[in-house]
């Protein structure tokens, strides 16, 4: 049975298009959904890159079209609550790329031509919106909004492994492609033992760990399989890195909550 956070999750994400979210209240908000643009700027290329395999396709359609409406409102949200000159020419830099990033991901049926483009954008895109979520945790300069930071991130890597396994799995990632997906497999883990270490940690955050744990031991071995004709890995990748992020996202709520 689908645990109720992966249902509110997928309430979020899939029907997201149709949904009002809440406008951003705090700094920790801004936090939170300035790192949620890091995280789909990856799941928007992971998700056009298994429809491009043909891997779960009507499901990666639903993920890649959720996750361009969310990105969208939050965009438009951050624009509107960003405190200062500088955090709005990052984002008014970011409104640019996502622009051109869109126009590949929905220009045309997916292609390894535009899959390497794709590649390439994603990386731009995730600068730019790691750049505005830095920006707004000096704002709030709180163990709070670090925390919010540093668990946003790992939401962003568990998207990003996957993209960049799929990416080579069709053929279309890069020579950076391996060395990144392993780098950034190593700065998940050192990252969750900083989470899991954390003075400020309720029990209802080390609980949220203690799943993400479970759940990255899935993940990692999906990740640990090689490609070939058999489609399975891909799949399994697929499936265990949205079951990461259901994970996570209930693991940065909770912290979003804390107050100092």
């Known amino acids: 049975m689908k645990s109720l956070r992966g249902v509110l999750l997928g309430c979020f994400l899939l029907l997201a298009g149709d949904v009002a979210l809440?406008?951003?209240s705090?700094?920790?908000?801004a936090i939170n959904k300035a790192g949620r643009q890091r995280m789909l700027s990856q799941r928007m290329a992971k998700a056009y890159f298994q429809i491009g395999q043909q891997i779960e396709v009507d499901r990666s359609k639903k993920l890649?079209?959720?996750?361009?409406a969310v990105f969208d409102r939050q965009l438009v949200e951050l624009k509107n609550y960003a405190p200062t000159p500088a955090i709005r020419e990052t984002y008014g830099k970011l409104e640019k790329s996502w622009l051109a990033y869109k126009d590949i991901l929905i220009g045309a049926a997916p292609s390894k031509e535009n899959a390497r483009k794709a590649l390439a954008i994603s990386e731009e895109v995730l600068a730019l919106a790691h750049q505005g979520t830095v920006q707004f945790e000096q704002q709030s300069a709180t163990t709070a909004g670090r925390l919010v930071n540093l668990s946003?991130?790992?939401r962003m890597l568990s998207q990003r492994m996957a993209k960049f396994y799929q990416a080579i799995a069709w053929g279309v990632g890069?020579?950076?492609s391996v060395a990144e997906l392993d780098k950034a497999r190593k700065d998940f883990?050192?990252?969750?033992?900083e989470l899991d270490a954390?003075?400020?940690n309720t029990p209802q955050i080390r609980d949220a760990l203690a799943l993400v744990t479970q759940q990255w031991f899935f993940f990692e071995n999906a990740l640990g399989q090689k490609t070939g004709t058999d489609k399975r890995p891909q799949t399994a990748v697929a499936t265990s890195s949205e079951r990461m992020l259901e994970e996570m996202e209930s693991a940065v709520g909770l912290y979003e909550k804390l107050q100092k």
């Open 22 to 24: 809440a406008q951003i």
């Open 198 to 200: 954390a003075p400020s």
């Open 174 to 176: 890069d020579e950076k």
């Open 152 to 154: 946003g991130r790992q």
């Open 189 to 193: 883990a050192a990252a969750q033992q």
């Open 64 to 68: 890649l079209d959720s996750s361009m």
């Open 26 to 29: 705090d700094l920790n908000s």
